[in-house]
Each structure stands twice: as C-alpha cells, then as structure tokens.
C-alpha cells in the first residue's frame, strides 16, 4: 500500500494534523484503499500517513460518529459496511435535499458569474468520464469527485448554508457507493447531457424544469448504485438484504 506523508502536503494550509489525518482516512474509506470489511488500526494508519497516533486517533473518533468505522476492542477499526439498506436511506435523504435545492437557486436567480463556475465544473465532469476507465482507480476518483463537486455547487447557489452542509454530507458518503458502481461496470450516471439542460433551467429561469432534472439524476444514480450493490458477491450478506 502506498505511503501517503502528511507532513509533506502543502495544499491545505491552516488544517490541522488531525483534520488532514481524517480527510485521508476518510477519502481512502470512501475510495475503497481500505475495503468495507476491513481492519484498520492507529499504528498502521501512522504508518502509512507518516504521522503519530493521536491525530490518527482524533480522526478515527470522528469517522466513527459518521458511521464510516466501528471501533473493535484489541483488533482496531473495521471499514463500515456497503448495504442496500444503508444506500437507499441515504438516497432517500438526497432526493429530499437536492431537488429543492436546485428549484430554490432557480427561484432567486444565478448570476452570469456563477453560471459559468457550474459550466467549468460541468466541463470538468465530463472531461474525467471520458478519462473513466473502471479498473483505474485514478480515474475513477477524479470523476466521482467532478461530478460531486458540480452537484454540491447547484445547491450552494440555493443560498442556504444548512441545506449544503446536510446534502454535502449525504453526497460524500454517496461517493462511496458510486465508486463501486463505476468499478464494478455496472454502469454509472449519465449526467453529460442533464448537467446542460440544468444549467439551462437554472439560467431561464425554469425551478420545477431544475428540480426534475436533478430528481432524474439522483434516480439514476440510485439504480446504478443499486445495480452494483446486488451484483457484487462480497457484500451478498444479511445486511444487503436488510
């Protein structure tokens, strides 16, 4: 496994060692480094973040509170789960939070400057799905990121703080699932096409056009999610089927 150093990043100053052991942890989690299932512990993560264990530690105690790992006496932390249950919950969650969104930042307006951040943002999805290829790990994190980070800006233009912190939450975790989509070629979402018209119904202005579009995206990100999830031997447990 390769060594990541900590020490060494200059590309988040002003972070804590302890925030930038946990946005690590957290992205390997996310990203499958570190597979559902498996053992982690503060020694082995030190190791290989080139840090010392307490701000590993503060990091673990937070991933916890976000489900993402389990503490297990005298073995360390296991890697949460895949379940469809678990998805379907958190699709739940985003279909309530991302579609309003998206109608509430038509509704009050986007500015021109604005529109093109989502067109950049845009432009940059699709230029790493076109770089996609599933068994390039790579790859498939810098789509799943673009992508993300073009859903959460829509919903930044709402003007609503909360409604962003709830659904940036939601999507991050989302990542996770979407990764496994993609590298299992079960397919993934076809957002190209969407994106445009969204940014479209958001420049007319078109509310309810918007909230439809990113309703339609959320859906087929959730069957592609859940595509994955039941074609995948490894997580055909009695949680999947819960």
């Not at 264990?53 to 503490?71: D, I, M």
């Not at 699709?91 to 950049?120: C, H, N, S, Y």
């Not at 829509?154 to 991050?172: D, Y």
Request: proline content about 5%; overall charge negative.
């Amino acid at each position: 496994m390769t060594t990541t150093r900590l020490l060494e990043q200059e590309d988040a100053p002003g972070m804590s060692l302890s925030d930038r052991a946990y946005e690590a942890i957290r992205d390997d989690i996310l990203f499958h480094v570190f597979e559902p299932g498996a053992i982690i512990t503060e020694g082995a993560l030190g190791d290989r973040y080139g840090i010392g264990k307490t701000p590993v530690r503060e990091a673990l105690v937070k991933l916890e509170q976000e489900h993402l790992v389990e503490s297990r006496p005298r073995k360390g932390y296991e890697v949460a789960p895949l379940t469809l249950a678990r998805a379907r919950d958190m699709f739940l969650v985003r279909r309530l939070l991302e579609p309003p969104a998206a109608r509430i930042a038509a509704a009050r307006g986007v500015d021109a400057a604005e529109l093109a951040t989502l067109e950049e943002l845009a432009a940059e999805e699709a230029r790493c799905r076109g770089a996609v290829a599933p068994a390039d790990h790579d790859s498939v994190v810098a789509f799943v990121k673009a992508s993300s980070a073009f859903h959460l800006r829509v919903a930044k233009a709402s003007g609503s703080l909360m409604l962003v912190r709830m659904l940036q939450e939601v999507i991050v975790k989302l990542d996770r699932y979407v990764y496994l989509a993609i590298t299992h070629s079960t397919g993934f979402p076809g957002y190209a096409q969407t994106h445009a018209q969204l940014i479209d119904a958001l420049r007319s202005p078109d509310p309810d056009g918007a909230a439809r579009i990113v309703q339609e995206q959320v859906d087929e990100a959730e069957r592609a999610v859940v595509d994955a999830l039941l074609a995948t031997p490894s997580i055909q447990n009695a949680q999947l089927r819960a």
